[in-house]
């Protein structure tokens, strides 16, 4: 396995790997305490959806306009900047739980927060594309960040509920900016950040030349497309996880969670699978991982006991934990020094966004059926997906470069552009 740590002897990654950490960390502690927040303030689900609209869907609207906006700056000026808003939004949502509750403004401050944080990790993700993709440890790096994200995930929202329930909602949320201004710091101070030579555009340029680039090019659309279908399929099931395991279970408060944490594992799980099948082919380790979740979800529609469930959620979350990184290495690979901010971003906010349908979709089968309604439709559909998947590969690889392939595995390469930018060598020596 020390191979397999390799990137951490790369700088800056981890650097970008703490902060990236970090804000997964912060994302997951201020969606918990906003929400108990917005909750407790109104006494009324309508705000509290209003809010996960307004943190979470919404911001993917706007994420990808101020990518482009902000991945012509240097990325020791950028991101830090954006770490210090992060804060600062922080600051003033803690003084509203302190004073006077405004619905409008913490709705305001929270679609703020969610294209910052979007951004940052969309900057982040081409910082570490630039890094480690010369070296040839992107797929391992990558792996290393998912672990970050699957214990920020889990890590973050126990921490918001200890913070809120032995020092209040603001305390969490003071926490929360102080987090955020660590990463500045640290990040401010961080040398051999890659930085693109290339001449200024306006971002609305930028912003259009990559859409153009996630159109034009076959196999990037295939996955973004894919990933965006499939991110409502794996989340149709989220809302209604509480009424599964309370109802059709008959689970206590207890063992919800222990449910919620047994699918967190397994991405844990999954990750560190990934860093072992780096040289897999990239399509196959996306099918594969992906129907593995459609295995879990059928048989957690069919579960009788907690037990079982849980069982089956490990390999669900190994699934969900190679699937996703197996999807952002593959775009990775496939995108230009130049695109590599733009498009990433663009994955992230469709991660942001599609869950939005996602939550909808589940929602309206449970009324129309149950829990396990839920689960059943969502398996077929993800199966479904799979198989489209496999019927589509025989036309990608007869593209125009048809012997070409990536590093990832088998995925033909982008047309050569007729301009690429150089990338300055960010230092490589170890630590």
């Known amino acids: 396995m020390r191979g397999r740590f ?51 869907f919404l911001p993917a609207i706007v994420a990808p306009a101020l990518t482009a906006r902000l991945d012509q700056i240097a990325l020791r000026r950028s991101l830090p900047a954006l770490y210090v808003l992060e804060a600062i939004v922080f600051t003033a949502l803690a003084l509203i739980a302190d004073g006077t509750f405004v619905l409008v403004l913490v709705l305001a401050l ?23 993709q010369p070296v040839g440890r992107l ?28 020092f209040g909602v603001a305390t969490a949320l003071y926490v929360d900016a102080a987090s955020f201004l660590t990463i500045a710091v640290i990040m401010a101070f961080t040398r051999g950040l890659p930085e693109i030579r290339m001449e200024r555009e306006p971002w609305a340029e930028r912003f259009s030349a990559g859409m153009r680039f996630a159109r034009s090019n076959a196999v990037i659309r295939f996955l973004l497309v894919g990933q965006a279908i499939a991110l409502v399929l794996f989340t149709l099931v989220i809302p209604i996880e509480v009424i599964y395991a309370k109802e059709s279970l008959g689970a206590s408060d207890a063992g919800f969670g222990i449910l919620l944490a047994s699918w967190g594992a397994g991405i844990v799980v999954g990750s560190l699978i990934y860093l072992l099948l780096k040289q897999r082919s ?12 459609g295995i879990a979800y059928l048989g957690m529609a069919t579960a009788e006991t907690l037990f079982v469930a849980c069982a ?5 979350g190994a699934g969900n934990g190679v699937q996703w990184i197996a999807v952002v290495t593959a775009v990775q690979e496939m995108t230009p020094v130049d695109y590599q901010a733009r498009i990433v971003g663009l994955l992230e906010s469709l991660g942001a966004a ?8 589940g929602g309206a089968l449970v009324a129309l059926g149950s829990p396990r ?59």
């Open 6 to 56: 390799a990137p951490l002897a790369v700088r800056p990654f981890g650097r970008l790997l703490a902060s990236y950490t970090l804000n997964e960390l912060g994302d997951a502690v201020g969606i918990v305490a906003l929400a108990v927040l917005v909750y407790n303030s109104t006494e009324a689900v309508a705000p509290t959806a209003a809010f996960f609209i307004a943190a979470k």
């Open 110 to 132: 929270g679609l703020l927060d969610g294209a910052l944080a979007i951004t940052g990790r969309g900057l982040t993700r081409g910082a570490v594309a630039g890094v480690l």
């Open 139 to 166: 797929k391992e790096g990558n792996a290393l960040m998912n672990i970050g994200f699957a214990i920020s995930s889990v890590g973050g929202a126990a921490l918001a509920g200890l913070l809120i329930a032995e």
């Open 282 to 293: 990239a399509f196959g380790l996306i099918v594969i991982s992906t129907a593995l979740i």
């Open 312 to 316: 089956i959620s490990v390999v669900g």
């Open 354 to 361: 599609m869950p939005g349908i996602g939550y909808l979709i």
């Open 373 to 431: 309604t839920a689960y059943a439709v969502a398996g077929a559909g993800v199966f479904v997906l799979v198989l489209s998947a496999l019927v589509l590969r025989p036309k990608l690889d007869r593209g125009k470069h048809p012997l070409q392939r990536s590093v990832a595995g088998d995925m033909p390469l982008p047309e050569p552009l007729a301009a690429t930018p150089t990338l300055e060598p960010a230092r490589r020596d170890a630590r």
